[in-house]
């Protein structure tokens, strides 16, 4: 893929060197080491456009380890052949490429690289890869806060992490929200109990180290928080923790309390002067409703939480101008396209484009993996197309005189470096 822009070549050239803040990863551990060459090769987002061209019975197939290579291939074909042009595939064709000589995907070449799988379960071969992407620091949505807390778990090399927040506000039970606060070995009898664990908790790992907060919550629930009162939050929680054995029903039931929580940790977030990552968009995986992703939806808490700042995912895709309004109306809204140059490279490039006509171009954080610590061939693949999408985008602007090319240099260092480093205060 390239830009027919005359400068092309040279600003693709430039972006190599440039150094990367992966701003979205879940690499919760290096690895794990490989050992089917099918599920080294596809990682869970391409799975997602095999299962959506073939069935449940035959994604299943697919993954299924037990069964042999050769036995699975025909069915993997079918359903590859259906879609090996899209953003997800282009990761693989280029990862097998890179990693293994491998110009596509055939049973031929899943045979020759099935007993030299790269294992980065090692640590040093991890972070080769990340050397390789001039990938600098990760910030990594760790789900092992307990861990983390208390010094038995170290997350991968380069990892900064982020506070996974959505479990902490859908608790629906006695034993949820005490599950959630284990790590301080506190009784908790009412909600302002509860609010004062989580504020301490929040703090300690900010204090190890957490440098922002990350929701997905769209997966489950609409974005649209109300703004319920604390009495009609404190109905709800009194209500299962008065009876261990009730439970409110999730997302309905549990909505008074828990959008009462989502603004109490948007003020917690300010305090701490920690930015809060929402995912928002197309969701991974296949059949779920899109509507209740859409950022316009997210509106009344941003305007709300004025001193709390959100750093919006994924590029909304695919409700483009509804972000583009919120980040150029809004100073506590960035952008931030983690996932979405492999979501639809071609979506990407022109919100890029547009983004520099209408959106300060300094609210922008330009990469994300979002892939597991076992896809290191398809972070490095998706750094890549990521450095593509960002060059055509500029050098167009370039092509059209809207930008020179010293402009479109700085732009792309300010997207994959320097933006995101002040904005998580990374200090690098
Ligand atoms: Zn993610």
Known sequence: MRSNAKCYVELRADLDRISIIDCHDHSEVAGPRPSDPIAAVLDWYITSDLHSTSSDDEIAFILNEKLSLEERWPVLERAWMRTCYTGYAQVIRRALNHFYGEPDLTLEALQRIRDHLIDFSDPATFESVLDEARILVR?????????????????????????SLPSFHAVCSYDEVHDKVAPLHKNITCLDEYLGACREIFSRLKAAGAVAFKDQSAYTRPLDYGNPTRGQAEAAFNWFMEDPRRKLSYPDGNRPLGDFLFHEFMRMARDLNLPVQIHTGHMAGIRNSLPKTNVALLTPLIELHRDTRFDLFHANWPYDGDLLFLAKNYPNVTIDFCWAHMVDPLYSQELLRRIISSVPHGKVHGYGSDLNGGSMIQAWAHADLARDNIAIALADLVEMEYLNLDEARQIAADWLFNNPNQFFNLNL
Request: glycine share 8%.
């Open 139 to 163: 910030l990594e949505d760790i789900y092992n806060m307990p861990g983390l807390l208390d010094g038995s778990y170290t997350p991968p090399p380069r990892s900064r992490v982020v506070i």
